[in-house]
């Protein structure tokens, strides 16, 4: 398997994720939708704002994935034939720069996550309540898909360093 592979790979992984986090935000702002229309209790009425707005952060995001890493598929074929070595340098410069991203989700999480608790212990309040769990949503999720991120960034970046290394670039 060449090393362009290996990103198509990648690519692939990305876009899965893309559209599942779309996904996510679309079926959750739907949720958000049918609780406002169905929900008859304050609790189910302070969920509407805090999921449309986490579905709506998730859509945007995962449309934005969609578009950026379709338009790198059409760009990455031409850049590896024309150079290989820059190609794939420039990956392994573009992958440790997006590495921090995985260290802010995880941040995010741990703020987050008390604050839900927080949120629910010292406040009866139904629209703080859906805020909590809102935040602990929105954290989780974000959780949950960097996981997997990182694992496919990892295994791709080991990639990166077996082809400089074997290529002595």
Do not use: C
């Not at 994720?17 to 949720?31: K, L, R």
């Not at 939708?33 to 805090?50: D, H, M, Q, R």
């Not at 602990?136 to 960097?146: C, I, R």
């Amino acid at each position: 398997m060449n090393f362009y592979n290996h990103t198509l790979n990648w690519i692939t992984g990305e876009l899965f994720e893309a559209y599942f986090i779309t996904n996510f935000g679309i079926i959750t702002i739907i949720g958000g939708i049918l609780f406002g229309k169905f929900g008859s209790t304050l609790n189910a009425k302070a969920l509407v704002i805090p999921l449309i707005v986490v579905g709506i952060i998730y859509a945007a995001i995962g449309l934005s994935m969609i578009v950026s890493n379709n338009n790198r598929l059409t760009s990455y074929k031409q850049d590896f034939e024309k150079d290989h070595h820059a190609f794939v340098k420039a990956e392994k410069k573009r992958v440790e720069d997006f590495q921090i991203e995985y260290l802010i989700s995880k941040i995010v999480a741990a703020v987050f996550f008390p604050s839900t608790l927080l949120l629910f212990w010292f406040s009866k309040s139904p629209a703080l309540h859906g805020l909590g769990l809102g935040l602990a949503l929105f954290a989780l999720a974000g959780l949950m898909v960097d996981y997997f991120s990182q694992e496919r960034a990892n295994a791709y970046y080991e990639m990166i360093a077996i082809e400089l290394s074997n290529a002595k670039i």
